[in-house]
């Protein structure tokens, strides 16, 4: 079973839970397709833990991250963005500001 969520998502997880639900549900797959794509990948994730995922209940580790990469034909780095194909925020709301469409916090800029 799937190992609860330690305290909210943080930014990188709640991306890369919209992104997989996103790209599923663009390319019409059901959780057991992805789970058949992701096995085929090298990792097992059964489609209940998917669900858990797309729910932000389950977290991503580094080698989900790199099979759901790899299912989806995006970088790593492209799992980890903001969705940019959001019609309200593009990807990119401003400082300070959630958008209430794709849920993206826009981040204060931060000072190295």
């Not at 305290?7 to 549900?25: D, K």
């Not at 096995?39 to 099979?67: M, N, T």
Request: charged share 25%; glycine share 8%; proline share 7%.
């Amino acid at each position: 079973m799937s190992e609860p969520v330690r305290g909210p998502l943080g930014v990188a997880g709640n991306n890369v839970r919209r992104n997989v639900r996103r790209l599923r549900e663009q390319r019409r797959w059901s959780y057991r397709e992805v789970e058949e794509r992701v096995a085929r990948a090298g990792r097992v994730i059964p489609a209940l833990e998917l669900s858990a995922i797309d729910a932000g209940e389950r977290r991503v580790d580094v080698d989900d991250l790199v099979a759901l990469a790899a299912v989806f034909g995006l970088s790593i780095e492209g799992l980890l963005q903001p969705p940019a194909d959001c019609d309200t925020c593009h990807g990119a709301p401003p400082t300070g500001f959630m958008c209430m469409e794709c849920e993206t916090s826009g981040l204060p800029a931060t000072t190295a």
